[in-house]
């Protein structure tokens, strides 16, 4: 089992849960699991050609999938896979 973090923004869309356990062997497995149980979660996640939204951040334990393999990023059993939308935001301190 791989386990999913949901970040806070996002948990209306998995019935308030922090954190879901599935089956998966790469991170893309992992969220398409997530969004087969919960519909929801998949438009906040890929676009409509099936690519992980821009602003989605996505890591494998403190891995940003993005220097790796993306969404074919290998998970063992036991990680975990950490979505984070991505902040931005204005000057501080002006």
């Known amino acids: 089992m791989v386990r999913v973090r949901i970040p806070s923004a996002m948990r209306t869309v998995v019935d308030g849960a922090g ?3 599935v089956d998966a062997s790469t991170v893309g497995e992992a969220l ?3 969004a ?3 519909p929801a979660i998949g438009p906040r996640l890929f ?3 099936g690519r ?4 989605v951040n996505v890591f494998v334990g403190d891995e940003d999938i993005r220097y790796h393999d993306g969404l074919a990023t290998l998970v063992a059993d036991g990680q975990t896979v950490s979505i984070l939308p991505a902040v ?3 000057a501080i301190g002006r």
């Open 36 to 38: 087969a149980v919960h």
């Open 52 to 55: 992980l939204r821009r602003f």
């Open 47 to 49: 676009d409509d050609e």
């Open 88 to 90: 931005a935001g204005g």
């Open 19 to 21: 954190t879901v356990d």
């Open 32 to 34: 398409g699991a997530l």
